[in-house]
C-alpha cells in the first residue's frame, strides 16, 4: 500500500508539473494598442525573445531531472567560471518568472546524477546462492544432493572368514550402519556382482552378467535396505568393471553444481572377468556426474591391493585395505564423517556468501544514494546563490516570480531525495528479508543434520 500511494503521489506531482510547465510556457506579452497606420509609420517595435525561448526545466519529474546536466559542476566553479555565470546571469531578459529563472539556472548548475541514477538502479537486492536470478520472489538455496552408490562384491571369495566372522556378512553389517549413519537427505544404492552361478567355469559367463541394483537410488530406509542385503549371498566371478560402468548410469541423471556423487566398492578381489576397472572409474570420475570411486579392499592380496589402488587412484578417490570388523566398521565411520563435515563446510560458504551479499548490496545502495544526494544538495546551494545575482541585478518580475524561484530550488532537490530515499529502503527491506529467510533456511538444514549424526 505504502508504494502504491507514493506511486499515485508522484503521479499527480508530475500532472501539476506539466500544468505548470504549459501555463509558463503559454505566458503571453501584453498586446500593443493598434496604431493608425499612415505611409510614414514604422512596424511596431518588436519585444526580445529570450524569455519565451527559454527551455522549461524539469520540476516533479525524477527521470527527466536525472538527464539534466549544467554547464558548471556544483561544488567546484573556479573564480574564473563564476565570472562566466555572473555573465550568464547578466544576458538573461528582464521581467523573469520563477519557472524562467528557475530554468537558468539549471542550465548552468544542474547536478550531473545520471551515471549514479543509473548504478543505484541496477542494484538487485535479490540475494541468491543459485545460479539463476530470479525475477521475482524469494528463492531459497538449493540444499546439496548427497548421492552414495554402494557397490558390493558378491563373488565366491566374499564367503571367506576374517577376524570378527564371514566377509559377506561383516560387509553387509557394516554397509547397513553406514547407510542409516548418512545426512538426512541423503541417497543411497545398492548394486551387487557376482552374485550368480559358482566360481567354476561352467558358470563364468552367467556369473560375470550378474550385475543388478538391490536397492534404488533413494532415501534410506532402513527396513527396506535390510531385505535388500538378504537377497543375496557370496557366489561366483567379480565384474567390477561392469558394475563400475553400470554406476555411471545409475547416476547419469545425477549432475549439477549442488550434486555430490561417491561410489564405493567393497571388495576382496581383483577384476575377473577381463574388463577394466581403471579405465570405468576413470570414466566415471571425468564424466559430467563427477563421481568420486573409492574402493575398501577387504582382506586383499598384495596383487589385488595394487589393481584396487589404482581404480581408486583413476576414480580420483581413495583406497584403504581393512581385514577385520573393527577396521572395516571405523573406516565407514571416518567416511561418513567426512561426507559430514563437507557437507556442514558448503553449509558454511553458503552463509558467508548470504552475509557478504548482503552486506555488498548494503553499501552499493548507501553509496549511491549519498552520492546522489550530495550533488543534489551541492547543485541547490549553488542556485540558491544565484537568487541574489538575479535579484540584484533586478531580473526577477516581482516578488512573487522571487518566491517561485526558491520553491522549485526546494521541490526539485526535495524530490530527487525523497525518491531514492523510498528506492533505497525498498529495495533494502527486500534484502533483509531475503538474508533472514536464507540464514534461517540454512540454519535449520544445520540443526537437522547434527541431530541425524548425533553432534
Known sequence: ???????????????????????????????????????????????????????????????????????????????????????????????????????????????????????????????????????????????????????????????????????????????????????????????????????????????????????????????????????????????????????????????????????????DGIETCGGDPVAAAAALSESDIQAEVNIIGFDVDNEGQKQLEAVAKAGKGQYKSVYSESELNDFLKQEHSRLYLEWMAWSNDRTLEIMEQSNDINLELMTYNNDIYGKSLAAKNEMDFLFYQFKELEKFKGEDAEQRYKELLDIRHETIAQYFDQEKERKDTIRKEMKEQLQEKVNKMKEENQKVNGS
Open 1 to 267: 500500500m505504502k508504494w502504491k500511494l507514493l506511486g499515485g503521489a508522484l503521479s499527480l506531482l508530475m500532472l501539476a508539473g506539466c500544468s505548470e510547465e504549459e501555463s509558463a510556457l503559454s505566458e503571453k506579452t501584453e498586446p500593443k494598442q493598434e496604431q493608425p497606420q499612415t505611409e510614414a509609420a514604422a512596424e511596431p517595435e518588436k519585444e526580445p525573445k529570450e524569455k519565451s525561448e527559454i527551455p522549461q526545466a524539469a520540476i516533479h519529474n525524477v527521470e527527466e531531472i536525472v538527464k539534466e546536466k549544467g554547464r558548471y559542476v556544483p561544488g567546484h566553479t573556479t573564480a574564473a567560471q563564476k565570472e562566466e555565470i555572473l555573465a550568464e546571469i547578466e544576458k538573461a531578459p528582464e521581467g523573469l518568472t520563477g519557472e524562467q529563472a528557475y530554468s537558468i539556472a539549471v542550465s548552468l548548475l544542474a547536478a550531473d546524477i545520471e551515471e549514479e541514477a543509473r548504478k543505484f538502479k541496477a542494484i538487485d537486492p535479490v540475494i541468491t546462492i543459485a545460479s539463476e536470478t530470479p525475477e521475482d520472489g524469494i528463492v531459497l538455496p538449493e540444499e546439496e544432493t548427497v548421492n552414495v552408490a554402494i557397490l558390493l562384491d558378491a563373488s565366491g571369495s566374499m564367503g571367506g572368514e576374517v577376524s570378527g566372522g564371514q566377509k559377506m556378512k561383516l560387509a553387509k553389517q557394516a554397509i547397513q550402519q553406514y547407510a542409516s549413519d548418512l545426512p538426512e537427505g541423503s541417497n543411497v544404492m545398492l548394486r551387487v556382482y557376482g552374485h550368480k552361478g559358482t566360481g567354476t567355469d561352467a558358470d563364468k559367463e552367467m556369473s560375470c552378467e550378474s550385475n543388478e541394483v538391490v536397492y534404488e537410488l533413494g532415501a534410506y530406509d532402513e527396513q527396506q535396505f535390510g531385505k535388500s542385503l538378504e537377497q543375496f549371498s557370496p557366489a561366483g566371478w567379480t565384474p567390477l568393471a561392469g558394475a563400475i560402468q553400470a554406476a555411471q548410469q545409475d547416476l547419469q541423471g545425477q549432475k549439477g553444481e549442488h550434486v555430490q556423487n561417491a561410489v564405493y566398492v567393497v571388495s
